[in-house]
C-alpha cells in the first residue's frame, strides 16, 4: 500500500482508539480529581459494560440497533449502581485511605472479573452492531491530468467505527458541559478544590463520592459498550484497557480533563500510527517509555497543576 | 475417661494397652487391605489437564466432553486390564507456570499413573520438563511440532493428533495447484504461528510457489485492519491461521478491508473453532477454504464409526453439542483426546501396567507402536506412530465453506505428511 492511504488508515485506526480511551480514561481521571482515589478496577467496569451489552444483545432482541440503544442505556446505569455501592460499602468505610482503596479497588478488579468467569463463562462473544457498512474511501492522486480521485486497494472504514468517534466526542462535550455548567458539576468541583470547606457549606460531600465513583465507572461501562460490536466480550478484556487508560491519565495530569483528552489521542493516534508502520509492540514501549519521561521531568502531568 | 476414676490405676494401663493395640491394628488395615486389592480394582487414575479457563478454554470444554465420553466408552468396554479408568481433572488456566504445577499435582497428591490432554504449544512446552522430572507419562493433545522437533523429552508423547508441520505440508499441494502461487501468511506472534511460518513457507517453495510477506501478530491482539496494509497487492492467497478470543474480529476486519474484491483465502479452521459459522461478519467466508483435522459437518460418506464417535460424544450434524445448537464444537483436535485415550488404553495392555513403576514400560510399548488402523479407536483415519520421535500421522481434510457449512473438498493422504526424523526419543535415556 502506498504512504499516503497508508498513513490515512493508520489514522483511522488510531482515532477509534483515542475515542474509546478518552471516554474510559476521562472516567478514571474524573474519580481521581474529585476523590483522590486511583481506582484499580476501572478496566472491569469496561468489561462489565461489553459484558451486560452482550447479555442485553440475547435477552433484548429485536434487533441489533434496538439493543444496542437498550445496552447503551441499561449498562452504564447497572455499572453506576454497582460501583455507587462499591464506594459506599467498601471505599467509604476505609476512609478514602489512598493505599487502603488501592488495595480495595484490586480486590473488587478480582472479585468482578472472576464473578463474570462463573456466570458469563471464558468464551470470547461477539455483539451485532446496530449498523455496519464498509465505506471505501478515495485518495487523491496527482496524474499528468491534475488531481483525480480513485479509491486505493484496502482504504476503508465502516459506519460503526466512524459512529464510535463521533459518538465519544459527543460524550466528551456533554461532561464538560456537565462539569461546567450544571449545579451538580459546581458542587463536584467544589467537592475536588476543598471537601472541608465544602462539608461546611452544606454539600453532602459522601453522597457526591458515591455519585462521582458511579459516574466514572459508568463511564468506563459506555466506552465497553461501544467497543464490543467492534471487538468481542471477554472477561480479560480490562487489563489492557485499564493499562492505557492509567497512561493517559498519567500523562495528560491525574484529574485533568483536558489533559486526558489531549493524552487519549496522542496514545490512541500514535498506536495507531507506529503499530501500522513498525510494530505494535514498539508502540507499548514508546507509550510506556512516554510515561516514564513525564513522571521524571513532570510528575504533574502535561495539564495537570501541582498539588497545593 | 470418667471410667478410669472408679477402678484400679492397673485395669486402667492395662485397657489402654489393649485400646492402643486395636487402634495400631486399625490403622494398619487400609494399608494391607489396599495392598490385597491393588491389583484388581484399584483405578487407573489419568490425569487431565484441562484448559477451564484462559484462552483456551473453549477447547477445554470440548476436551473434557470428549475424554469424558471416551473414558465411559473404556469402561462400558471393561477398562483398561479389568480395571476401571478414573479421571482427575485440573484446570491450568492455559498458563504454562500452571500447567507445570498441575502436572505435580497429578503425580505426588492424585497419584496419577499419567498425565494428558494439554492443547496450547506453550502449556506444553513449559510443563513438559516437569513431567520428565516427575518420571511422570505425558500424553499431550496439542498439534505442535514441538514433540517430533526434539526439543521435549522421552515422557512426552502426541500418539492421538498430527503435528503442525504435517498438516501445514500437507496442504502446500493443494493451496499452489487450487489456489496459487504467491502467498502472504497472517499467524499469531508465538510457537504455533511459528511452526506454521517456517513450515509453509519451506513447503511452498517446494511446490514452486512463494510466500510474499509473513505478518505476525501478537496473541492478545483485539483489533486487526492495521496489519492489512502489509498484504502485498499481488497477493493471490491469502493463508491465515489467528487463534484466541479476538478470531472473530480478525475474520469480520478482514472482510471490511478487502470489501468485495479478495484474494483466495486459505486459512487453518483453529481459527474458527467453537465458533459458529453462522456468527455475524463471517459470511465473508463463503467460498473460502479452511484445513480440518477432522470434519465438522456430518459429511455425505460418513463412516459409521465415526456416526458412533460423534454421538458418543455428543454433537450434532452441524458439529454443535446435542444440547445447544449454538455450543460449536471443537471438532477438527477434540477427536485426539478420544485416540489418545484409547493408545494409552492399548499400551497400557501391551505393557501388563499395574502402578506407578511400570511407567517406564509404558513409554516403551507406546513407542513400539506403528500401524493404527482406521475405526472406533481411531475415528480420525488410520494412523501411523512414529516412536522415535513419539508423533503420530494421520490424513487431512481441506473443506470450503458452502453455505456457511464446511464441506470435504480432498482429503491429504498419510504420505504427503511425513517427513524426516528430527530425533530419537528412544537414544535418549529415562
Known amino acids: 500500500m502506498e504512504f499516503g492511504p497508508y498513513l490515512m488508515l493508520a489514522m483511522l485506526e488510531g482515532a477509534v482508539l483515542a475515542a474509546v480511551l478518552a471516554l474510559m480514561a476521562s472516567g478514571l481521571s474524573l474519580t481521581f480529581g474529585v476523590m483522590r482515589v486511583v481506582n484499580v478496577a476501572h478496566g472491569e467496569f469496561y468489561m462489565l459494560g461489553a459484558v451486560i451489552a452482550w447479555f442485553v444483545a440475547h435477552l433484548v432482541g429485536g434487533g441489533a440497533a434496538l439493543s444496542f440503544v ?115 458539576g459546581l458542587i463536584m468541583r467544589a467537592t475536588q478544590l476543598d471537601s472541608d470547606m465544602a462539608t461546611a457549606f452544606g454539600i453532602p460531600v459522601e453522597r457526591v463520592y458515591a455519585a462521582v465513583f458511579g459516574l466514572g465507572a ?91 | 475417661m470418667t471410667k478410669s476414676t472408679d477402678h484400679p490405676v ?35 487414575r489419568i490425569g487431565f489437564q484441562k484448559h477451564a479457563t484462559g484462552i483456551g478454554a473453549a477447547y477445554g470444554r470440548w476436551y473434557e466432553r470428549t475424554t ?12 483398561i486390564n479389568g480395571r476401571m479408568v478414573e479421571l482427575v481433572t485440573e484446570d491450568d488456566g492455559t498458563d504454562p507456570k500452571r500447567g507445570a504445577e498441575v502436572l505435580e499435582k497429578f503425580a505426588n497428591q492424585s497419584k496419577c499413573d499419567v498425565a494428558f490432554g494439554t492443547l496450547y504449544s506453550h502449556v506444553v512446552i513449559g510443563s513438559a520438563p516437569r513431567a520428565a522430572e516427575l518420571k511422570l507419562p505425558y500424553f499431550v493433545v ?44 497472517i499467524y499469531p506472534d508465538f510457537a504455533f504461528g511459528y511452526d506454521h511460518r517456517d513450515n509453509f513457507s519451506a513447503a511452498m517453495k517446494a511446490q514452486g510457489g512463494e510466500v510474499l510477506e509473513m505478518i505476525a501478530v501478537p496473541p492478545t491482539e483485539t483489533s486487526f485492519t ?67 483435522g477432522m470434519p465438522r459437518y456430518l459429511q455425505p460418506d460418513t463412516p459409521d464409526y465415526v456416526k458412533t464417535y460423534r454421538d458418543a460424544v455428543g454433537i450434532d450434524a452441524n458439529g454443535a453439542s446435542v444440547n445447544d445448537a449454538k455450543d460449536v464444537s471443537t471438532a477438527a483436535h477434540m477427536f485426539g483426546c478420544w485416540e489418545t485415550l484409547h493408545v494409552i488404553k492399548a499400551g497400557m495392555e501391551a ?35 512414529n516412536g522415535k520421535t513419539h508423533q503420530v500421522f494421520g490424513p487431512q481434510y481441506i473443506s470450503q465453506v458452502e453455505n456457511g457449512k464446511l464441506v470435504v473438498k480432498h482429503t491429504a493422504a498419510i504420505t504427503d505428511t511425513l517427513y524426516a526424523d528430527e530425533v530419537d526419543y528412544t537414544a535418549q535415556s529415562f
Open chain 2, 226 to 292: 492495521k496489519y492489512f496494509p502489509k498484504i502485498p497487492r499481488d497477493t493471490e492467497v491469502l493463508y491465515h491461521v489467528m487463534v484466541g478470543p479476538a478470531v472473530l474480529t480478525f475474520v469480520k476486519e478482514l472482510g471490511e478491508f478487502f470489501g468485495p474484491n479478495r484474494p483466495e483465502l486459505f486459512g487453518f479452521i483453529d481459527s474458527l473453532e467453537a465458533v459458529d459459522m453462522a456468527s455475524p461478519g463471517l459470511e465473508f467466508l463463503e467460498g473460502t477454504y479452511f484445513w480440518e
Open chain 2, 10 to 44: 492397673s485395669t486402667s494401663r492395662r485397657t489402654a494397652l489393649k485400646t492402643l493395640g486395636a487402634v495400631g491394628a486399625a490403622a494398619t488395615l487400609p494399608l494391607w487391605s489396599r495392598y490385597a486389592q491393588a491389583q484388581t480394582s484399584e483405578p487407573i
Open chain 2, 351 to 385: 505393557s501388563g501396567y499395574v502402578g506407578p513403576k511400570d511407567r517406564q514400560k509404558l513409554i516403551e510399548a507406546v513407542e513400539a507402536m506403528s500401524v493404527m488402523p482406521a475405526g472406533l479407536a481411531h475415528p480420525q483415519g488410520g494412523k501411523l506412530f
Open chain 2, 68 to 79: 469424558d465420553a471416551a473414558v465411559a466408552k473404556i469402561n462400558a468396554e471393561g477398562g
Open chain 2, 142 to 185: 496439542s498439534e505442535g511440532h514441538h514433540v517430533a522437533s526434539g526439543i521435549l523429552n522421552r515422557w512426552t508423547v502426541q500418539p492421538g493428533i498430527t503435528d503442525v508441520k504435517s498438516q501445514v505440508q500437507a496442504m502446500a499441494p493443494f493451496v499452489s495447484k487450487t489456489l496459487g502461487k504467491k502467498v502472504t501468511m
Open chain 1, 70 to 184: 437498550a445496552a447503551a442505556i441499561i449498562a452504564p446505569l447497572a455499572v453506576g449502581v454497582l460501583a455507587a455501592a462499591a464506594d459506599i460499602t467498601i471505599l467509604k468505610r476505609i476512609d478514602y485511605d489512598p493505599e487502603r482503596t488501592i488495595v480495595a479497588t484490586i480486590g473488587l478488579l478480582y472479585v468482578i472479573q472472576q464473578v463474570t468467569l462463573m456466570t458469563y463463562g471464558p468464551d470470547a462473544r461477539p455483539v451485532e452492531p446496530p449498523f455496519n457498512s464498509r465505506i471505501a474511501l478515495p485518495w487523491i492522486e496527482w496524474g499528468e491530468g491534475g488531481p483525480s480521485l480513485y479509491f486505493p486497494w484496502g482504504l476503508s472504514t465502516t459506519s460503526y467505527k466512524l459512529f464510535v468517534i463521533g459518538a465519544a466526542a459527543v460524550l466528551i462535550l456533554a461532561i464538560r458541559l456537565f462539569m461546567t455548567r450544571s449545579r451538580a
Open chain 1, 218 to 308: 459508568a463511564l468506563a461501562a459506555l466506552a465497553g459498550v461501544l467497543i464490543v460490536p467492534i471487538q468481542q466480550a471477554h472477561y480479560l478484556m480490562g487489563g489492557d484497557a485499564l493499562l492505557l487508560s492509567f497512561i493517559v491519565v498519567i500523562i495528560g495530569g491525574l484529574g485533568s480533563m483536558a489533559g486526558t483528552i489531549v493524552a487519549a489521542v496522542l496514545i490512541g493516534m500514535s498506536d495507531g500510527i507506529i503499530s501500522v508502520f513498525f510494530s505494535p509492540t514498539l508502540a507499548k514501549i514508546i507509550a510506556t517509555l512516554l510515561v516514564a519521561l513525564v513522571l521524571v521531568f513532570r510528575p504533574q502531568g502535561l495539564f495537570g497543576t501541582r498539588d497545593r
